[in-house]
């Protein structure tokens, strides 16, 4: 079946050091990728997304995430983590001719 | 704000309460999700409406009925429920059904007791 994993449930960093939350998604035809932050006490809003083109995109708030075919992966990444990054990361793919599909989401605490 | 709006925010109810979960957009969007959010579990896709028609029900149970009178407002009604339906029910809409990012409201908190 279709589906996206995510590795990390918790991940604990101080301020200034660099991220990388890892998705993972199943073969299955064409996917677009999402990542989507919420953080706490606020709505799920779109950090980026890939539909095709260069692997490597960039998001709002300095994300960035590159999809790679051959592992199956669309890893999201920041150079450079702040307090305000505390928030729940989900990874999404939409498979061709079906619905979204979300990963069980990774924790995201920064240490000030 | 996403222009998706969600009412009420929280809910408490026993088991043997019929209540209704609200939905509204003024995006234009055509399709709209309810999705069961569990802690530590992946966001479970519940129902999609296209065009206000129910294109996927993912093994529901029949305790959730979903309605769509039209394409800005999808409800929930809830009926019988059990505590394991505790959780957070979060509404989306997209501007079309696939493939195409999902603006999301800020859910309903739902405790059943």
């Known amino acids: 079946a279709q589906s996206v994993s995510q590795h990390n449930h918790h991940v604990i960093l101080s301020e200034a050091a660099s991220l990388e939350l890892g998705c993972n998604y199943s073969?299955?035809?064409?996917?677009?990728l999402f990542w989507y932050v919420q953080y706490p006490g606020q709505h799920l809003q779109l950090l980026l997304k890939?539909?095709?083109?260069?692997?490597l995109v960039k998001g709002i708030k300095g994300f960035e995430a590159e999809f790679i075919k051959s592992k199956f992966s669309f890893n999201l990444r920041k150079p450079s983590v702040q307090w305000s990054d505390t928030a729940e990361y989900f990874c999404?793919?939409?498979?061709?001719?079906?619905?979204?599909?979300f990963g069980a989401g990774t924790r995201l605490t920064v240490k000030p | 704000e996403t222009g998706v709006t969600q009412t009420p925010r929280h809910l408490v109810m026993g088991m043997t309460n019929k209540k209704s979960l609200k939905c509204e957009q003024h995006?234009?969007?055509?399709?709209m999700y309810w999705y069961k959010q569990s802690a530590k579990k992946p966001l479970e896709l519940m129902f999609v409406?296209?065009?206000?028609?129910?294109?996927e029900n993912n093994s529901v149970p029949s305790r959730f009925s979903p309605e769509c009178p039209n394409s800005s407002h999808l409800f929930l009604h809830l009926h019988t429920l059990q505590p394991e339906d505790s959780a957070l029910y979060l509404c989306?809409?997209?501007?079309?059904?696939?493939?195409?990012?999902?603006?999301f409201g800020q859910g309903t908190r739902l405790t059943v007791v």
């Open positions: 073969y299955g035809g064409t996917v677009n």
């Open positions: 890939y539909f095709s083109g260069d692997p």
């Open positions: 409406y296209s065009l206000e028609e129910r294109v």
């Open positions: 995006l234009g969007h055509n399709a």
């Open positions: 989306a809409s997209s501007l079309y059904r696939l493939n195409t990012e999902a603006f």
């Open positions: 999404a793919g939409a498979y061709n001719n079906n619905d979204m599909r």
